[in-house]
């Protein structure tokens, strides 16, 4: 069974840079798993941040990327405001028509 | 503008059933996979299942065998048809676009709770 392992908890300064990473528990991410990022606030729906690796979606800052980090899908936050402090979940393409989200982040912003 | 809207949610006893529809508005539905993802209460996000737009369906573990993902390309709608539905169903459940295939939803509507209790 396909895990996918993010971090549980990231803090990160306002102002300041913070990089949450998504990993597979056996095996190494790579472009063909189509990584995408997801922003959920408590009680709202999921808003989409990356697809595909490295595509924002519309409407989304470029403070938000996304890319290929050793291993790992990585989304990286720069100049970190006070509202992006939320969940972040990312859902990795494991093949045979199978998607499997990770855990989330919880990043607080302090 | 792309929306997509759930509707069929509610109160089921474990066992029973229930179907989901959303509806797709704002791009050629024909052309896309939709998928269905769901969170628990306090969890996390679990994806749930994946129509492509040949009709080619998909499933979690957790759900195959009881749930139905279809689509009426006709109506721009997509359905989850959920039986035999057990307390840990209980969710809230996400229709989405996909942007990649099968793979990476980008647009999501706000979603419907299912709540199987007794």
């Known amino acids: 069974q396909t895990v996918v392992t993010q971090e549980p908890s990231l803090s990160v300064s306002p102002g300041g840079t913070v990089t949450l990473t998504c990993g597979l528990s056996s095996g190494s991410v790579s472009t063909a798993h189509y990584p995408s990022w997801y922003q959920q606030t408590p009680g709202q729906a999921p808003r989409t941040l990356i697809y595909t690796t490295n595509t924002r979606s519309s409407g989304v800052p470029n403070r938000f990327s996304g890319s290929i980090l050793g291993n790992k899908a990585a989304l990286t936050i720069t100049g970190a405001q006070a509202d992006d402090e939320c969940d972040y979940y990312c859902v990795l393409y494991v093949g045979g028509g199978i998607s499997v989200f990770g855990g989330g982040t919880k990043v607080t912003v302090l | 503008e792309v929306e997509l809207l759930e509707s069929g949610g509610g109160l089921v006893q474990p066992g029973g059933s229930q179907r989901l529809s959303c509806a797709a508005s704002?791009?050629?539905?024909?052309?896309?996979?939709m998928s269905w993802v769901r969170q628990a209460p306090g969890k996390g996000l679990e994806w749930v299942s994946v129509v492509n737009p040949e009709g080619g369906t998909y499933y979690a573990d957790s759900v195959k065998g009881r749930f139905t993902i279809s689509r009426d390309n006709s109506k721009n709608t997509l359905y989850l048809q959920m039986n035999i539905l057990r307390v840990e169903d209980t969710a809230v459940y996400y229709c989405?676009?996909?942007?990649?295939?099968?793979?990476?939803?980008?647009?999501w509507g706000l979603g419907t709770l299912v709540t199987v209790s007794s």
């Open positions: 989405t676009r996909n942007s990649r295939g099968v793979a990476a939803p980008d647009y």
């Open positions: 704002g791009f050629t539905f024909v052309n896309l996979a």
